[in-house]
Structures are given as structure tokens and as C-alpha cells.
């Protein structure tokens, strides 16, 4: 590819506006020397010059250290688009509308519990359908679907899923206004009665972890973690098959010749809408409402983890004292205030493969966090570990207020395949004590350590690019993947 990219510091890397890409702003790589090795001739750079030839877009086409190939925009992509002249992007979204995070903590010690992990893990996964096609047990009626996807966890509280302080320890509250249900097709909302309380395959898991290095005692005390050795259990899906038909959806009327529709010369895959045309509305909407099913979603499974850990250890959930740290979303396009040169602007911020690092003070984070910041949950690969992180003041100039997501893949799912094998991936798990139960050995050698970058190299970039603070450092001891 023979870009000329300019080291801008010590971990930000700058492509500069290459015009007869059709590129309006420059792109910003948060990276390492080290990771950008393994960024050589990738086609996810590629892919942050498309999407900073994108009408309306704000000073940059941003990448995380996270960063690989995605569909349009690459996943670990920022770009904040002006809310009256921009786009927003199915693609910069991706198929997998909130795809996101949540930790759970309890008043449990590894420790007290290191022989019963066994039995945990298996509950887990006879308690939570796992696996591709995987089918809920929920009963939902047509009536249920269209309050999931209007009020998110304000269905999940009224039907006894979760708890006040569930919502205000989630994202938006769990639940992001202005759905139209009709904006979501029939098909989707199908897929989603079938899928509901689901964990999917690929890269989805499930991991009972447990707390190895507390980083800064007070932010981690504020976030109920306290303890080395303290147990946590960390939620990874999204919004299952109901977001994928409603960016499947949304593509196709995209391709078809509607009004505000916004082509990309560079890249097909970007194909936008204008915000404020009709099929630009309707997508906002429909993401929306996927975004509040997948908040359901993960409610909904760590209902079910509240029930395997209290009934396997003959303790009440009251007494387990299990608590959400945290739930966000790190697959979608929100409408944000930020400022620019000194101009506070409104903008529709994607994040794919991002997640958002807003600072303590800052409103959007809620009362719950509004002495911290905002809590950002790094999960690693299985056999590695995962990070607690906090927003940053620097992250609201750097970002648009965003940090990374995960590990990213370093491999891709064809050349994990070709890799490695059952018996490397036992031994990795096994080396690095974790227990694990799997729904597919495709799925598990396709996640194996190995496939994704250091986790602890994208951490370091991440602080050192002042996106996100560390506050604590934990270990999986037992996995569930599809």
C-alpha cells in the first residue's frame, strides 16, 4: 500500500489528506511502533482513508490500537459526523447493533469458590443458549418485542430481569428514546422473539474472572471492586440476529434509488444516508431499537447468571451481593455535543469497535459516575485477561471522547483455523488456568490465543495516548463460548 504515514508522538500515527482519495480530513492511528508492524499493507487503513472521504466528517477519521478489517468503516473506527450536513453509516455501525460489554461483581473470593468453578461453568452453559442459531428460552409475544425494542431495560425491570441500580449502571440507562417499531422489519423482529437471553458464537463469550491487579484503589472501590481475587463475571454479545436483519435491511434499501441516499466512490460498503433525510431517520430508529434489544439481551443472560452462581453455591444473590459494574455499547452511532476548536457542535458519532471514555464531571455519564467517569470495559481473549478502564479528559479532544474495545484480531478467523488446533488451544487454557466449555471447536479454535493482539500492548497504547486509565486487571478462570 506504500502509505506515508507520519508518527505524530509516541502512540498516534497520522495519514495525511490524500486528495485524489477523495479524503476531507486526515486519519489519526492510535498505535505502538510494535502493533504497527502487524498494520503493514492491512486493509484496515485503507479503510480509515474511505471514511475520511465521507460527507460532513469532523477532524478525523480515528482508529483505535484495536484496529483490523471490517465492513466499510474498520472495526476499532471513530468518525464524527456534523448533525445537519453528515451521514450516518449502517456500515460504520456495523451488522451487530450494540454489540457490547457488561461486568458483574460479587462479595466472592476466588478462593472460597476455585473448586466449584467446574460446576459453574457448566450451569452457565446449560443455563444460557450459546452456540450459532442458538434459541431462546424466553417466551416473548409480539407485544413484548415491540416495548424490548421501544424501552429496553424498562421492559427487563417490569418483567423482573433486572434492578434500578442494573439501569442506572448501564449505558443511556439501558434504553435509547425515539424508536418507531415500525422502522423494524418483521423478519428482524422474528429473529429477534427466537434469540432473545442468547449468547451467539464467534466472538461472544461469557467468563467468570477474577480480579488480578487493582490498579487505582479509589476509582475501583467506587466501581465495587475491592479485592484481589474478587470474582467478577464479564458478558460479551449483542443484538443477535434482529441487528444483523436490520443492517441487512437498511443496506439493501441503500443500494436501491431512495431519497438521501450518499454513495462512497471509495468503497461500496459505505454507502450512507443523509441524517436528516426519511431513510436516514428510519435507520437511526431502527439501530436504536436493535441497540435496546441487545441491552435486554445481556440483561436478560446476567438474570441467568445471578441464578446459577446463587443456586450452584447454596447462597442467596442478596448475600453474593451481585452487582453490575458497568454496561456499554461498542457498536453504534450516538447524537453527541462536543467541542471543536472551540465551537461546541452537534454530531453523530460512530463508534465501531469503540467504545465510549467519557470523563468524570461530564453529564452523559450519568449521576452514578459522575466523580469517576465513565467505566470502559477491555475484554482480552480467553487466555489472557481483560482491563476496567476509565474515561479520560484528554479522550473528549483526542476521540471524540472514545477508547478501544478489545484485544482486536491479529488473525483472521480462516488463518486460525489453519493455525492451530484442538489440542493448542487446551493447552493454552489449561497453562493459563481457565476452564472452558464450548457450544463449537470450530468456534473455540477460530478464538484461540493467538488470533487477537497482546492485550496488554493495546492497553499500553491506550494510556499512553491518554484515551482511558487503568483501574483494574482481570483474569478469566472459567469460559463459556458458542
Known amino acids: 500500500m506504500g502509505l506515508d504515514l507520519i508518527k505524530f508522538d509516541e502512540f498516534t500515527y497520522k495519514i495525511p489528506v490524500i486528495r485524489d482519495r477523495g479524503m476531507r480530513v486526515p486519519g489519526i492511528i492510535y498505535s505502538s511502533d510494535r502493533m504497527m508492524e502487524t498494520l503493514k499493507d492491512d486493509p484496515s487503513l485503507e479503510q480509515v482513508i474511505n471514511v475520511a472521504s465521507l460527507p460532513g466528517i469532523i477532524k478525523a477519521s480515528i482508529a483505535m490500537p484495536d484496529i483490523h478489517l471490517g465492513y466499510g468503516f474498520p472495526i476499532g473506527g471513530v468518525a464524527a459526523f456534523d448533525y445537519e450536513s453528515g451521514i450516518i453509516s449502517p456500515g460504520g455501525v456495523g451488522y451487530d447493533i450494540n454489540c457490547g460489554v457488561s461486568l458483574m461483581r460479587m462479595d466472592v473470593k476466588y478462593e472460597e469458590i476455585s473448586a466449584r468453578i467446574p460446576d459453574l461453568v457448566e450451569g452457565l452453559f446449560r443455563a444460557i443458549p450459546s ?14 418485542m415491540d416495548e424490548i425494542l421501544h424501552s429496553g431495560l424498562k421492559w427487563a425491570m417490569e ?101 438521501g441516499k450518499v454513495a462512497c466512490q471509495n468503497d461500496r460498503q459505505l454507502i450512507s444516508a443523509e441524517i436528516n433525510s426519511r431513510i436516514g431517520q428510519d435507520y437511526i430508529s431502527a439501530m436504536k431499537g436493535a441497540a435496546n434489544f441487545a441491552f435486554v439481551n445481556r440483561q436478560i443472560i446476567l438474570s441467568r447468571v445471578r441464578e446459577v452462581f446463587a443456586k450452584t453455591l447454596g447462597r442467596s444473590q442478596e448475600d453474593l451481593s451481585m452487582k453490575i459494574v458497568y454496561g456499554l455499547a461498542h457498536n453504534i452511532a450516538k447524537i453527541e455535543k462536543h467541542n471543536v476548536d472551540g465551537e461546541v457542535m452537534n454530531l453523530m458519532v460512530h463508534r465501531k469497535g469503540a467504545t465510549r471514555s467519557f470523563p468524570a464531571g461530564s453529564d452523559a455519564v450519568g449521576g452514578k459516575f459522575i466523580k469517576t467517569g465513565q467505566p470502559v470495559l477491555v475484554p482480552g481473549d480467553m487466555g489472557s485477561a481483560s482491563y476496567v478502564m476509565v474515561g479520560s479528559e484528554k479522550s473528549m479532544e483526542a476521540s471524540f471522547g472514545s477508547s478501544c474495545h478489545g484485544a482486536g484480531r491479529l488473525l483472521s478467523r480462516q488463518k486460525s483455523l489453519k493455525s492451530f488446533n484442538d489440542a493448542y488451544v487446551e493447552k493454552k487454557l489449561r497453562e493459563a488456568g481457565v476452564l472452558v466449555r464450548s457450544a463449537s471447536r470450530k468456534v473455540l479454535i477460530e478464538e484461540a490465543p493467538g488470533s487477537y493482539k497482546d492485550i496488554d500492548d493495546v492497553i499500553s497504547a491506550v494510556v499512553g495516548a491518554g484515551l482511558a486509565s487503568k483501574v483494574a486487571r482481570n483474569v478469566p478462570v472459567g469460559v463459556v463460548k458458542g
Open 131 to 144: 452456540g450459532m442459531g442458538s434459541n431462546s428460552i424466553v417466551k416473548l409475544s409480539s407485544t413484548d
Open 159 to 259: 418483567n423482573g430481569y433486572a434492578t434500578d441500580d442494573d439501569i442506572v449502571s448501564t449505558e443511556e440507562n439501558g434504553t435509547m428514546s425515539g424508536v418507531n417499531t415500525d422502522s423494524i422489519s418483521s423478519e428482524a423482529k422474528a429473529r429477534g422473539m427466537k434469540q432473545i437471553g442468547t449468547l451467539g458464537a464467534g466472538n461472544h463469550f461469557l467468563e467468570i474472572q477474577k480480579i488480578s491487579e487493582i490498579f487505582n484503589p479509589a476509582i475501583a472501590g467506587a466501581f465495587g471492586l475491592n479485592l484481589s481475587g474478587q470474582i467478577a463475571v464479564m458478558v460479551h454479545t449483542g443484538s443477535r440476529g434482529l441487528g444483523h436483519q436490520v443492517a441487512t435491511d437498511y443496506m439493501k434499501k441503500l443500494n436501491e434509488n431512495v431519497p
